[in-house]
Nanobody, 112 residues
């Protein structure tokens, strides 16, 4: 049974940083494409960042140079390091593995 558990969200001031984690079980993240999505209130879910099985990363323009997706194969965990956070980054963040499996989401609020 596949389980994805996100953590690391919370309340942060503008300009601050957070690191989200997506711990996987029942599926190996290193051989799958893993995405981070986010969904703000009243908006559609959007893909934020991806990492392929070869380690190639891709980001939506709005987070380039601020967010970094990475993977720890020994922990079967994918991370999203978020720096220089803005109020527009406020959303629930979800990880997705292999296109078909979703975590429960972790909320991020950027506010002063």
């Amino acid at each position: 049974q596949v389980q994805l558990v996100e953590s690391g969200g919370g309340l942060v001031q503008p300009g601050g940083s957070l690191r989200l984690s997506c711990a996987a079980s029942g599926i190996i993240v290193s051989i799958n494409v893993v995405h981070w999505f986010r969904q703000a209130a009243g908006k559609q879910r959007e893909r934020v960042a991806s990492i392929t099985n070869n380690g190639v990363t891709n980001y939506v323009d709005s987070v380039k140079s601020r967010f970094t997706i990475s993977r720890d194969n020994s922990k079967n965990t994918v991370y999203l390091q978020m720096n220089s956070l803005k109020p527009d980054d406020t959303a629930v963040y979800y990880c997705n593995v292999g296109g078909g499996y979703w975590g429960q989401g972790t909320p991020v609020t950027v506010s002063s």
